[in-house]
């Protein structure tokens, strides 16, 4: 059973970076790698919200509200995933979510009800 652990969030003021990690158990051998992953964020009483993603194959998608402030990145020698955020915004906070699974396209990366697998979250609070 696949398990997804985030960390890393917090409160820092606008302008300010937050780096998230994302640590995955339950792989056996090298099967972390086949998975992509992404994350997540959702407001409450909104929808949630695909915010960056990455393929098995290293490509990278991202939500146009985070696309050049947001990098995500993995780290396949210790199953982990992270999303360096800069810049932040009060419109970014959020509860982020870690989300894994390994069928889908690289085209529905960003799309939630794609993903098996989720973590609980992790709060993220930007102040003005």
């Known amino acids: 059973q696949v398990q997804l652990v985030e960390s890393g969030g917090g409160s820092v003021q606008a302008g300010g970076s937050l780096r998230l990690s994302c640590v995955a158990s339950g792989y056996t051998g090298d099967t972390y790698n086949y998975y992509r992953m992404g994350w997540f964020r959702r407001v409450s009483g909104k929808e949630r919200e695909g915010v960056a993603a990455i393929y098995i194959d290293g490509r990278t998608a991202y939500a146009d509200s985070v696309k050049g402030r947001f990098t995500i990145s993995r780290d396949n020698t210790k199953n982990s995933l992270h999303l360096q955020m800069n810049s932040l915004q009060p419109e970014d906070t959020a509860m982020y979510y870690c989300?894994?699974?390994?069928?889908?396209?690289?085209?529905?990366?960003?799309?939630?009800?794609?993903?098996?697998?989720w973590g609980q979250g992790t709060q993220v609070t930007v102040s003005s």
């Open positions: 989300a894994a699974d390994p069928y889908i396209a690289y085209w529905s990366l960003l799309q939630g009800s794609r993903y098996a697998y």
